[in-house]
């Protein structure tokens, strides 16, 4: 059984003097958060309402519920979604250490949200994510732009499955790469949009300029190709490919 105040969240400035387009950010940043993770957690996030369910004049607070819109999801899901957005967006209070299930995206939207609490904290501004409250802390912009800074640049490729997301009207791209088992963020340029959603769920290698923290994590690549692999049950065995190169020698003539 799931209690409606763990797929709830909360908005709470307590402020009379905040500016509409303020609040506004301020709670749709909160519900992005949540369906941000919800998508690296592989939860159909599109299948998810938010619903106004409390509204206060005076004190610039609001609260919405999570209703399911489809087949795909469970409560238990969001309800899980929704403490790991709060719970991350605590930690990144007191450290640089990026929290699980946080994108890139996922890392920002929490800056912006607890910069709107800063903004307008007289001691009581809280966000409260189900049963997770967190409040303002300027410690979160030092630590996000810590965590995504990624200055390595290199040319790499990836070997992974294809996975494609809707989010927000626009089709994020990414892999899964088969060896570290680490989804990364594939910029794909228009040619190949294509090819790449028709490749979903199916095995890729991708290649183009790859983009890494100092300590090598890949955080996205720049595709510049595409290929389609085909099943493994499909590709030669170790015994049909022996001696394809006999008769060949490398390059320093051995």
Same mark, same amino acid.
């Given at each position: 059984?799931?209690?409606?105040?763990?797929?709830?969240?909360?908005?709470?400035?307590?402020?009379?003097?905040?500016?509409? *387009?303020?609040?506004?950010?301020?709670?749709?940043?909160?519900?992005?958060?949540?369906?941000?993770?919800?998508?690296?957690?592989?939860?159909?996030?599109?299948?998810?309402?938010?619903?106004?369910?409390?509204?206060?004049?005076?004190?610039?607070?609001?609260?919405?519920?999570?209703?399911?819109?489809?087949?795909?999801?469970?409560?238990?899901?969001?309800?899980?979604?929704?403490?790991?957005?709060?719970?991350?967006?605590?930690?990144?209070?007191?450290?640089?250490?990026?929290?699980?299930?946080?994108?890139?995206?996922?890392?920002?939207?929490?800056?912006?949200?607890?910069?709107?609490?800063?903004?307008?904290?007289?001691?009581?501004?809280?966000?409260?994510?189900?049963?997770?409250?967190?409040? *303002?802390?300027?410690?979160?912009?030092?630590?996000?732009?810590?965590?995504?800074?990624?200055?390595?640049?290199?040319?790499?490729?990836?070997?992974?499955?294809?996975?494609?997301?809707?989010?927000?009207?626009?089709?994020?791209?990414?892999?899964?790469?088969?060896?570290?088992?680490?989804?990364?963020?594939?910029?794909?340029?228009?040619?190949?949009?294509?090819?790449?959603?028709?490749?979903?769920?199916?095995?890729?290698?991708?290649?183009?300029?790859?983009?890494?923290?100092?300590?090598?994590?890949?955080?996205?690549?720049?595709?510049?190709?595409?290929?389609?692999? *085909?099943?493994?049950?499909?590709? *030669?065995?170790?015994?049909?490919?022996?001696?394809?190169?006999?008769?060949?020698?490398?390059?320093?003539?051995?």
């Amino acid at each position: 059984m799931y209690t409606v105040a763990m797929a709830k969240i909360v908005l709470d400035l307590d402020r009379r003097d905040v500016s509409a *387009p303020d609040f506004a950010e301020g709670f749709l940043a909160q519900m992005r958060l949540v369906e941000q993770v919800m998508v690296e957690m592989g939860i159909a996030a599109n299948q998810v309402r938010w619903v106004i369910e409390d509204l206060r004049a005076g004190s610039a607070y609001a609260a919405a519920t999570a209703h399911i819109q489809g087949e795909h999801v469970a409560m238990a899901d969001i309800e899980a979604a929704i403490r790991i957005a709060g719970q991350g967006t605590k930690a990144l209070a007191s450290s640089n250490k990026r929290p699980a299930h946080f994108s890139d995206a996922a890392l920002k939207t929490s800056r912006t949200l607890t910069r709107i609490l800063s903004e307008y904290d007289s001691g009581k501004a809280v966000a409260r994510f189900g049963q997770i409250v967190v409040k *303002p802390s300027e410690k979160v912009a030092e630590n996000v732009a810590t965590i995504i800074r990624g200055d390595l640049r290199s040319i790499a490729s990836i070997d992974g499955t294809l996975v494609g997301v809707n989010d927000y009207g626009r089709i994020e791209i990414s892999v899964v790469d088969r060896l570290r088992g680490r989804r990364i963020r594939c910029e794909i340029p228009n040619d190949l949009v294509d090819k790449a959603l028709s490749a979903f769920k199916k095995r890729v290698v991708v290649r183009g300029l790859m983009w890494s923290r100092q300590d090598g994590t890949a955080i996205r690549i720049d595709v510049r190709s595409l290929d389609v692999m *085909p099943p493994d049950d499909q590709l *030669p065995t170790h015994s049909q490919v022996r001696g394809i190169l006999s008769g060949y020698r490398i390059a320093n003539g051995e």
